[in-house]
């Protein structure tokens, strides 16, 4: 019933998270109607989007350049390493501007459900970094969920022999909320109450 290049995008919506079909056919009409620059521009940002962006060879952060800007900034505190689930963690974050080290990015949490274990995410690289970069401290900032929990006590297990002093977020973040949702206030209370 559509148009072949409008049922094309329709799709292409329609596979991104939180999308349903009908939202999906909302934006396509809506794009339908936006002028052709607003268009290209568009088009472009998507196409440089995957062509410039990588992962940060040292934390598994999203960046533009081999290393990404919170790691080559002198100004932090390079000893202490807070570990997160995503790169929407990290922005979290930063936004409340009540950290000041760096970050390893872990790509996801533990969960045999949907099969992911230890060899799908960034812990060898955590573990090596602890060793080499001489790190004072790993806060262990997972999500307060119970795979979050879980990741965060396996962590604490394989880094344990590396006798560097362990942290998590002080519990002001509700149990099975995200650090991603949480509000700065909240967010910023956790990060300096850790222990
Ligand atoms: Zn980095």
């Not at 472009?44 to 800007?69: G, P, Q």
Request: positive net charge; glycine residues 4%.
């Amino acid at each position: 019933m559509y148009p072949k290049s409008f049922k094309k995008l329709i799709d292409n919506f329609a596979a991104l998270p939180s999308i349903g079909p009908k939202m999906a056919e909302r934006l396509v009409l809506f794009l339908f109607k936006e002028d052709n620059q607003k268009l290209s521009d568009f088009a472009r940002n998507l196409e440089d989007f995957k062509k410039n962006l990588r992962h940060c060879e040292k934390c598994w952060n999203i960046s533009e350049e081999k290393l990404c800007t919170i790691c080559k900034d002198s100004l932090r505190e390079q000893k202490i390493i807070c570990v997160v689930e995503d790169a929407l963690d990290v922005f979290a974050i930063e936004k409340t501007k009540k950290y000041n080290g760096i970050y390893h990015v872990l790509g996801g949490v533990l969960n045999p459900t949907r099969m992911v274990g230890s060899d799908n995410l960034h812990f060898k690289d955590l573990e090596k970094r602890v060793e080499k970069e001489k790190i004072t401290e790993v806060i262990l900032a997972t999500n307060p969920t119970t795979e979050g929990d879980a990741t965060a006590l396996y962590l604490m297990r394989i880094l344990k022999p590396l006798e560097v002093k362990i942290t998590r977020f002080a519990r002001g973040l509700s149990t099975g909320a995200d650090i991603e949702h949480a509000d700065e206030l909240t967010l910023s209370s956790a990060i300096l109450n850790r222990k």
